[in-house]
Structures are given as C-alpha cells and as structure tokens.
C-alpha cells in the first residue's frame, strides 16, 4: 500500500499546453506540500495545504495553482507551459501535530516541456 | 531567506569505508532531518533529529544536532553497495513551517 502516491509518474507535454498532477496520502496526515526538484538535485518547496487550507505560497509563477479538495488529496495544475517547468514534482505530507515533524514523500512525477 | 550548505557536494568511496557529511546554516533550526534519495525514487526519511546537542543512530548511520542550532552531520560507518544515493539535510525552524533542504551529498561506493 503506497502511502503518497502521486500520478502520472511521467509527463511529457509540449509548451503552452495545460497539464495536473494528482496526490493522494493515506497516512491520515493533515498536511500536504508541493516540492520542486530542479535538475541540480535541488528540493523547493512550492505549496503547503493543511486541512485543505492553503498555508505556505512561495515565489511560484500564478500558473501554478494548487488544489486540496480534501485533505488525503493536493493536485498541482499547471497552465501554459514553459520549458523551464522542466522538473520532477514531489507531493509530501506530514502530521503537524505530531512530535515527528518527518514528511513522507512520493515517488515524483518528472515533467518534459518540450 | 534561509539556505543550508551541504557538503561535499559528492564522494566517491570504497565499500567498507567510514561516510562523513555535513550541513551549516547562517540561522537557527529547531529540527534537523536527514534524507536519502535513490534513483527514481522521493526522499525517504533516516534520521531526525529534535534537540540542540543530540546524537541518534539509525543502523549504521549517526547523526548529530549541532549545539549552536546551525549545523548537522551524518556518519556513514563500513558503506556497502546499496548506501549509494543523495543525502539531504533539511532544516525546519517550527513544527508546521517548511522543510529546508540542503543541495544533497551525491554518494558512490565502489565494491
């Protein structure tokens, strides 16, 4: 049982186009992030909802919205793609209220702007 | 706003060697946590450490929460194979803040 399972795993789109990625956690966690790993490696975070309450917005372009229609999901939609999107996605969660403040990340989705 | 400097950037080993690495921050961090990342795959969690001064071991991993609040460090004892990965540190100031994340150890072990 995957505990953050994100989809699709790959995304190859053309620029321009509009595209989601879906994220669902069932550890029963009430927090879920958004992290952007850029092709140094590098983890950033994007997005944090907590009970479907969006709580952390960092400097991302307007055409990133996220969605949390409840809190096991956060969906990241992106309009009018561009080449520098080019990334892999991690969706995470974690309970705030407990003392291990861990995240448990998915397996990623690697987005292609071509 | 908040950086964290991991280093060495790589490291390049023979399997059963000793594994040091190590993150600074020019500011406090209450939590520090330690992250590996295999090929495909997202960060999975090692170590995390809570208090100031702090040294927990996972196996044979160690690590330690720096007692000035700015730095950590993982120990790697008698590497095998598959300890192959990226290492991050990831600094958080308050529970419920973000999650900070080093640039990543990129680690090679040589049979």
């Known amino acids: 049982d995957t505990a953050v399972s994100q989809t699709p795993k790959y995304l190859v789109t053309q620029m321009g186009n509009d595209k989601s990625i879906k994220c669902e956690q069932n550890?029963?966690?009430?927090?879920m992030y958004w992290y952007k790993q850029d092709s140094k490696k590098f983890l950033k975070i994007m997005f944090s909802?907590?009970?479907?309450?969006?709580?952390i917005n960092e400097t991302v372009p307007n055409r990133f919205s996220p969605k949390s229609p409840d809190k096991a999901h956060l969906n990241l939609h992106i309009n009018s793609l561009e080449l520098g999107d080019s990334a892999v996605y991690f969706c995470?969660?974690?309970?705030?209220?407990?003392?291990?403040?861990?995240?448990?990340f998915g397996s990623g989705t690697r987005l292609t702007v071509v | 706003g908040q950086q964290l400097n991991q280093s060495p950037q790589s490291m390049f080993i023979q399997e059963g060697e000793d594994v040091s690495m190590n993150c600074t921050s020019s500011?406090?961090?209450?939590?520090w946590l330690w992250y590996k990342q295999d090929p495909g795959e997202g960060p999975v969690l090692l170590i995390a450490?809570?208090?100031?001064?702090e040294l927990t071991s996972n196996g044979r991993l160690t690590a330690q929460f720096g007692i000035t609040r700015k730095d950590s460090f993982l120990n790697i004892s008698a590497s095998i194979p598959s300890d192959v990965g990226i290492y991050f540190c990831?600094?958080?100031?308050?529970?419920?803040?973000?999650?900070?994340f080093g640039q990543g150890t990129e680690l090679s072990v040589k049979p």
């Open positions: 990831a600094g958080q100031v308050n529970q419920g803040g973000k999650l900070i």
């Open positions: 909802y907590n009970n479907k309450e969006l709580i």
């Open positions: 550890l029963g966690h009430d927090t």
């Open positions: 995470a969660s974690s309970q705030l209220t407990a003392l291990n403040y861990g995240y448990t």
């Open positions: 450490l809570y208090k100031a001064g």
């Open positions: 500011s406090i961090f209450n939590t």
